[in-house]
C-alpha cells in the first residue's frame, strides 16, 4: 500500500523553478517562438502536428517566465497532466453554457488583475462560448473593458486536426453555428479585435519513418485516396491479435471497449491478485484520478507507466510487465530490465492572489498518491492524446465518430511497423470537420525569421 502522504497547503510562487529543464532542445523553431512571447504577441496559437515539441515547449514556457502566468486547460485530466488548473474552475464558471453577457464582476479580482500571461492547453477542445467568456471575465476584473483580454497575453496551445470540442445536442450544433460561426475557440468574437498570430512547429519528435510521416499528413489535412487507404489496410492482422505478451497496446473507440479489454486480459492470467489502494487526500475529484483509485494487479499484467522517470529509465507512455507483487512492492519489467517502483504523488492546484507577497500562487489543495501504472492492453483514443507508443492495435469497433479521432490514434505510434488495424479502415473512419481550416484566417502565420 502506498504511504499516507498529507495534503498540505503547499505554495509555489509562479516564476519559480521546479525541474531540470537542461534536456530541453532548444531548436530554432523554439528560440523563435519563445521570443516572439517574450517581445512581440499579445495573442499566440503555438500549433504543430502530433509529436512536434508543443507541450515541452509549453513547460519550459512555463517554468521560465518570469511573468505571472497561470496554466489552464479544458479538462481536468489535461489541467493535471499540464500541471495546472481547468478554465472553469478558474473563472468559477458554471458547467453549462456560458453567457458572456451574464458574468458578472467577482468582489476580488486580485488573482485577475496581477495575472500577465494567460496559458492554455489542448485549446482545440475549448469552445467559442468559454473562450469568449475568459475575454469577458478577464475585462471585467481587471477593469480593462476596452481591451482583449482586459490586456492579458494569451498563449493558446493545440493542435485543431485533433479532438475537437465536444457539443452533441444538435441545437446545441445550431446554436454554435448561428451564435458564433461553429464551435470551435477561434470562432470567438474576441479575436476580430486583436492582432493575433501562430506558429506551426513543424519538427517530427515522435516518428522517423518518412513513409508513416507522410500518410500521417495525408490523414490530418483529410487527403485520404484509395492507394493510402491500401497502405493502412496493409496493416490489418488477419489472424487475430498479437499474442498477450507481445507489449502491443489497443487503442479503442470507446471508454467500454477498453475497460472489457482490459477485464478479460486481467482474468485469463493465473497468478493471484493483489490490490493497492490509493491514498486521497482534500480536493482531487474522481474524474481526474490518473489511474485507479483500487489498483488491481497480478504478476504478467501488461501496464503503461503514468509518470516520466527522473533517471531516464522510463517515460510516460512506456509500456512494461508486471514482474512480481508483494502487499508493499510492486516490480516492472521494461525493456528486460525489472525495477522496483515507487508510490508518485499528482497534486491539484488552483492559483490564488497572495496579498502579502502581492504575487500569484500556485497552492495545492488535493493530492492522489499511487504507483504510477495502468493496466495497459487497452485504453481510448481520447486518453491517449499526447502519449507515445512503439506498438499499437488500433480498434475503430463500429467506425470514428469525432474529427481528428483517427488521426490521433495513428499519431501516438511511432512507425508504421509497430501498427496493427483490427479491421480495415474505410472512408466513413475518416471524420473530418473542412471548418478547422478557419483558423489560419484568423491567426495569420507570424514572419520567422531570416
Not at 444538435?170 to 492582432?195: H, I, K, N, S, W
Not at 490509493?278 to 483500487?294: M, N, R
Not at 522517470?309 to 512494461?320: E, Q, T
Amino acid at each position: 500500500m502506498p504511504p499516507h502522504h498529507s495534503a498540505p497547503s503547499a505554495f509555489r510562487t509562479v516564476g519559480e523553478r521546479s525541474q531540470d529543464l537542461d534536456q530541453i532542445d532548444l531548436n530554432a523553431e523554439f528560440r523563435h517562438t519563445l521570443d516572439l512571447i517574450e517581445h512581440d504577441c499579445p495573442c499566440l496559437f503555438l500549433t504543430g502536428k502530433a509529436g512536434t515539441g508543443k507541450s515541452t515547449l509549453l513547460h519550459y514556457l512555463r517554468e521560465t517566465t518570469d511573468r505571472a502566468t497561470a496554466v489552464l486547460a479544458p479538462t481536468g485530466v489535461a489541467a493535471l497532466n499540464v500541471g495546472g488548473q481547468t478554465i472553469h474552475s478558474f473563472f468559477r464558471f458554471p458547467p453549462t453554457l456560458i453567457d458572456p453577457a451574464a458574468l458578472r464582476r467577482r468582489r476580488s479580482a486580485k488573482l485577475f488583475q496581477k495575472l500577465e500571461t494567460l496559458i492554455i492547453d489542448e485549446v482545440s477542445m475549448v469552445r467559442a462560448d468559454v473562450m469568449a467568456g475568459i475575454d469577458t471575465a478577464l475585462r471585467l476584473h481587471r477593469d480593462n473593458v476596452q481591451t482583449p483580454f482586459g490586456g492579458v497575453q494569451v498563449i493558446l496551445c493545440g493542435d485543431l486536426f485533433q479532438l475537437p470540442p465536444i457539443v452533441r445536442e444538435r441545437d446545441m450544433q445550431t446554436f454554435f453555428d448561428q451564435q458564433y460561426g461553429g464551435p470551435y475557440f477561434f470562432c470567438a468574437q474576441v479575436f476580430e479585435e486583436l492582432q493575433p498570430c501562430s506558429v506551426e512547429l513543424t519538427t517530427i519528435y515522435r516518428q522517423h519513418d518518412e513513409e508513416f510521416i507522410y500518410v500521417l499528413n495525408k490523414i490530418r489535412e483529410n487527403d485520404v485516396d484509395a492507394e493510402l487507404l491500401a497502405v493502412l489496410n496493409a496493416r490489418v492482422r488477419r489472424g487475430g491479435e498479437p499474442s498477450q505478451d507481445s507489449s502491443f497496446i489497443t487503442l479503442t473507440a470507446t471508454n467500454q471497449a477498453a475497460l472489457r479489454k482490459n477485464q478479460a486480459c486481467l482474468e485469463r492470467l493465473a497468478e493471484p491478485a493483489h490490490t493497492y489502494p490509493a491514498e486521497v487526500s482534500g480536493q482531487f475529484e474522481e474524474s481526474i484520478f490518473p489511474t485507479e483509485e483500487l489498483l488491481e494487479l497480478k504478476p504478467g499484467a501488461q501496464v503503461m507507466l503514468i509518470r516520466n522517470d527522473p533517471y531516464k529509465r522510463w517515460v510516460n507512455g512506456s509500456i512494461g510487465r508486471i514482474s512480481s507483487l508483494t502487499a508493499t512492492q510492486v516490480r516492472v519489467e521494461i525493456g528486460g530490465t525489472v525495477y522496483e517502483l515507487e508510490p508518485e504523488t499528482w497534486h491539484n492546484i488552483r492559483y490564488r492572489y497572495n496579498q502579502e507577497t502581492n504575487r500569484i500562487e500556485e497552492e495545492e489543495v488535493g493530492s492522489f498518491t499511487q504507483y504510477p501504472l495502468r493496466l495497459a492492453w487497452a485504453i481510448t483514443i481520447h486518453k491517449s492524446q499526447g502519449q507515445t507508443f512503439d506498438k499499437v492495435i488500433i480498434d475503430l469497433g463500429r467506425g470514428a465518430f469525432a474529427h481528428g479521432q483517427t488521426y490521433v490514434a495513428l499519431s501516438r505510434c511511432t512507425s508504421l511497423d509497430g501498427l496493427v488495424f483490427s479491421r480495415p479502415v474505410t472512408p466513413r473512419d475518416m471524420v473530418f470537420d473542412e471548418r478547422v481550416y478557419d483558423w489560419q484566417r484568423v491567426f495569420p502565420a507570424a514572419p520567422r525569421p531570416d
